[in-house]
């Protein structure tokens, strides 16, 4: 469990879990020389990041001229309390996606990203809902970034504490976290959908260990 | 509950309230014209936000020359399904500081701000372990950032569907989300502190509503 305690990698399938588990992500561009960073929905299609927004945020007019922008999601996935102070840490999994995003204006792409957002986060959603018109469309942002310049980043497993260390009295191991929903907040008296009364996200760290 | 779905403020209890339950933020900053937005672990004390970091880490090295900088912390409360596909949300909690980072190089700030990151993390932790040796304090980077220029952003509520879709047979409601700790997992026989076997976030959230 301790092998390989952190590490970086560019594992289209590590990152591909990590974006499809995270349920928002960072979105950070420069606009006048300042740094920003502004939590955003998105949802990966193949090879593509969408980011969903309103037109009238300011975030996404300055993405959609095509600037610079940098992408990062991150998964807690537990709290590493060592024996010393120092040694304390959390496991996570985080991707970062450098570069420039695109304006999606072709209607079936926009259409289809949406339902890529929507059965991202509620998956069994889309098809329930009253679907977009023409109107909402238009009142809809999405951009489009490549994932070819993604990167993760990961921590797995218990302590490194020193082995000078390994001997106090000091309990040491890791308290596990992750997002869980409680029972679903009904607005209406319509039969509640199983994936809202089941809902789960899915647990990439699961797998980490066996890797 | 539905009275102000979506608002800002600059209200600085509401602020603490997220950057304390907020286990990790976002940091953006521009490194030859391009931006970086990177996981880090924070502390509150008072008016001043902690970074804690390597001094291996670039992104530190970087932000320690006193750099503008953007602190994003966001905390995911519950997903709001709409009747319609177009009012589908998110209720969360987000904080953003804008600034410069200081380098703390006082060591008795620096011992603070360490405690500071560990009892915000896990409360109670600090006492129990191994205290930091001088290499340690050295082989540690902290960063002082000041709330000034802090602002946060939030949604609370039920969903905002239009009107003329409230009688639609597509049931509409929240689903709340919140972080939450699985039994630890121990590295040694030592006996299991309460903090770690009933570890808790605060949740600032549930109060929310009242407000």
Redesign the interface.
């Known amino acids: 469990m301790k092998r390989h305690p952190e590490r970086g990698t560019y594992d289209r399938a590590t990152i591909d879990v990590i974006l499809d588990e995270a349920?928002?992500c960072?979105?950070?561009?420069?606009h006048d020389?300042?740094?920003?960073?502004?939590?955003t929905?998105h949802a990966r299609d193949g090879d593509t990041l969408y980011l969903h927004g309103s037109p009238g945020s300011r975030m996404l007019r300055n993405l959609a001229q095509g600037i610079?922008?940098?992408?990062?999601a991150?998964l807690?996935d537990g709290?590493v309390?060592?024996?010393?102070?120092?040694h304390?840490s959390?496991n996570?999994r985080?991707v970062?996606v450098?570069g420039r995003a695109r304006e999606v204006t072709d209607r079936e792409e926009k259409l289809r990203a949406?339902e890529r957002v929507?059965e991202h986060?509620?998956p069994g959603?889309?098809a329930?809902?009253?679907?977009?018109?023409e109107g909402?469309l238009k009142?809809?942002t999405i951009l489009a970034v490549s994932l070819d310049e993604a990167s993760a980043k990961l921590r797995t497993g218990?302590?490194s504490d020193d082995e000078a260390?390994?001997d106090?009295?000091?309990?040491?191991?890791?308290?596990?976290?992750?997002?869980?929903?409680?029972?679903?907040?009904?607005?209406?008296d319509?039969?509640?959908?199983s994936y809202?009364e089941r809902?789960r996200r899915p647990n990439g760290s699961a797998t980490l260990d066996a890797e």
């Open positions: 349920l928002i960072h979105v950070g561009f420069v020389e300042h740094p920003y960073v502004i939590p929905i610079d922008l940098c992408v990062t991150t807690l709290l309390l060592a024996r010393s102070v120092y304390h959390m996570y985080s970062v450098l949406m929507v986060v509620v959603r889309w329930d809902a009253r679907q977009p018109s909402e009142g809809t218990g302590p260390d390994l106090l009295p000091v309990w040491a191991g890791v308290i596990p976290l992750a997002l869980v929903p409680a029972a679903p907040a009904a607005d209406n319509e039969r509640v959908p809202a809902y």
